[in-house]
């Protein structure tokens, strides 16, 4: 039930953060590198959202619903990878700032992964454990991309704030 809460909220979060953030003005590239997170955003906490929800429903299967929204996830970032493409190959965005799709692409296949096995055996502890530490990881992976698309500085594994220089103008830029 936390976890049903909890997505419905961040996924409220991130519209008033998408809304706010929409008025700055971008290049098309820049635009196409937010839509992008953003989309994978939503993804990862709708992700969360279903099976936290559907899990709370009396005899239906935790394991339908995860393969159902695996499956859909996967659908949607082979859909986000092909839409940047041309834009990566045109040298317009930088193949770096996609690295979140084949690592939730991954997510979403572990979860389908053990979603399955828990359709074939709905008493399999280890894949529901599976399922339910993938939909935490889908809360994170979702808080990193808000965290970006409002603007957020980048932090490094010591803690340290990267501060993007070129977007943010900062003096040394113009030295």
């Given at each position: 039930m936390a976890s049903a809460d909890v997505a419905g909220a961040v996924i409220g979060l991130l519209f008033v953060a998408i809304s706010v953030?929409?008025?700055?003005?971008?290049?098309?590239?820049e635009?196409?590198?937010?839509?992008?997170?953003?989309?994978?955003?939503?993804s990862a906490f709708t992700n969360a959202f279903a099976v936290?929800?559907?899990?709370?429903?009396?005899?239906?299967s935790v394991g339908h619903i995860a393969t159902a929204v695996?499956?859909?996830?996967?659908?949607r970032m082979a859909g986000a990878l092909v839409s940047v493409f041309p834009q990566w190959r045109a040298?317009?965005?930088?193949?770096?700032?996609?690295?979140?799709?084949?690592?939730?692409?991954?997510?979403?296949?572990?979860?389908?992964?053990?979603?399955?096995?828990?359709?074939?055996?709905?008493?399999?502890?280890?894949d529901l454990e599976t399922i339910c530490i993938l939909v935490v990881v889908c809360f994170?992976?979702?808080?990193?991309?808000?965290?970006?698309?409002?603007?957020?500085?980048t932090i490094d594994l010591?803690?340290?704030?990267?501060?993007?220089?070129?977007k943010l103008g900062t003096p040394e830029d113009t030295a």
């Amino acid at each position: 039930m936390a976890s049903a809460d909890v997505a419905g909220a961040v996924i409220g979060l991130l519209f008033v953060a998408i809304s706010v953030n929409s008025a700055r003005r971008v290049s098309a590239a820049e635009a196409e590198v937010r839509n992008v997170r953003a989309a994978a955003t939503l993804s990862a906490f709708t992700n969360a959202f279903a099976v936290a929800m559907f899990s709370l429903v009396p005899g239906l299967s935790v394991g339908h619903i995860a393969t159902a929204v695996a499956f859909y996830g996967l659908l949607r970032m082979a859909g986000a990878l092909v839409s940047v493409f041309p834009q990566w190959r045109a040298g317009k965005v930088r193949l770096w700032d996609f690295v979140f799709l084949p690592t939730l692409a991954i997510v979403y296949a572990v979860q389908l992964y053990a979603a399955i096995g828990l359709d074939r055996n709905r008493h399999n502890a280890d894949d529901l454990e599976t399922i339910c530490i993938l939909v935490v990881v889908c809360f994170l992976i979702g808080i990193a991309r808000a965290w970006e698309l409002v603007g957020g500085p980048t932090i490094d594994l010591l803690g340290h704030a990267l501060v993007k220089r070129m977007k943010l103008g900062t003096p040394e830029d113009t030295a």
